[in-house]
């Protein structure tokens, strides 16, 4: 049976519930659907886990698999397709450097001041790579080697400690501006959940539990305003504006506080008093 592949009459909502991240966006698994096989649609499969059939691009052959496999794919190839693009096939890692794997090559800045020669493909150690969407971000050589993808372009694999709602913050950010954006990094002494280095601004995504008066109390022996008022003022005084999201404004009207948010962004003005509250609703 063949489905209506009419893109317009799926439910979108469902499918993104099948990610941490929107589905239509950055990896969209619908370029993958095998209308023709599937006997069902993309906004009926009841989890991400289920298999169904999805067509690779680099063989136009039909798998049965899931859309978590989809994800984690390497280079968005099928298997036998990947270890040959890599050139991993038959192929120790051995004494090889960056160079010799065109994928890698491919991802190597140029800002970096040493040469791909030099660097051999298992090292340890950090330097600056950019994704086929022109996302410099930095990574450690061996994760690259074995095929780590944009934490910019998929966050959701990228952020494994990350609430669904921070997902959807650095989604939202990554969807809608063009700024680098780093996740749970240091300013000063204290990590913060998202920093846009580029215009000094830091996000704190505050979940009632965790932020709630009793739980600040117990850990830090003081009461959860003074708490995020002393964070803001210290972020504040190394150089960044902090912003504070708090859960119960987030699940209450997320589509209120996304176009807060960016309309903060685009102009600067970061003094929004729904971004500034210094202790949620208990």
Partial sequence: MKLNNNLDSLNLEKIKKLRT?????????????????????????PRRS????LKYKCCNESRKTTIHNLEKSRHNMCYKHAQEYTGKKNSSPKGKTVADF?????????????????ISCQSNKYFLWVCPKGHEREALVYNIYKGRK??????????????????????????????NILHNKNIGKLNVDVILPEIGLAIEYNGKYWH????????????AETYHKERKTYI??????????????????????KEELKEAIKNKQFNKSIFNKMKGEE
Avoid at 151 to 178: D, H, M, Q, V
Avoid at 212 to 223: A, D, G, R, V, W
Wanted: proline letters at 5%; one cysteine or more; hydrophobic letters at 30%.
């Fill in 102 to 118: 065109p994928y890698m090559l491919e991802q190597w800045s140029p800002n970096n001041k040493v040469s791909p020669y030099e």
């Fill in 150 to 179: 944009c934490g910019i372009c998929f966050p959701s694999l990228s952020y494994k400690n990350s609430s669904r709602a921070e997902l959807e913050i650095i989604n939202y950010l990554t969807e809608n501006f063009n700024y």
């Fill in 236 to 257: 504040e005084e190394n150089g960044f504006k902090l912003l504070y999201i708090w859960e119960k404004d987030w699940k209450k009207n997320t589509d209120y506080i």
């Fill in 21 to 45: 991240t929107s589905a239509l966006q950055h990896h969209n698994f619908l370029d993958y659907w095998d209308w023709d096989k599937n006997e069902i649609r993309p906004d009926e499969v």
């Fill in 50 to 53: 289920s298999k169904v059939f």
């Fill in 212 to 223: 709630s008066n009793q739980k600040i109390k117990e850990k830090y022996k003081k009461s």
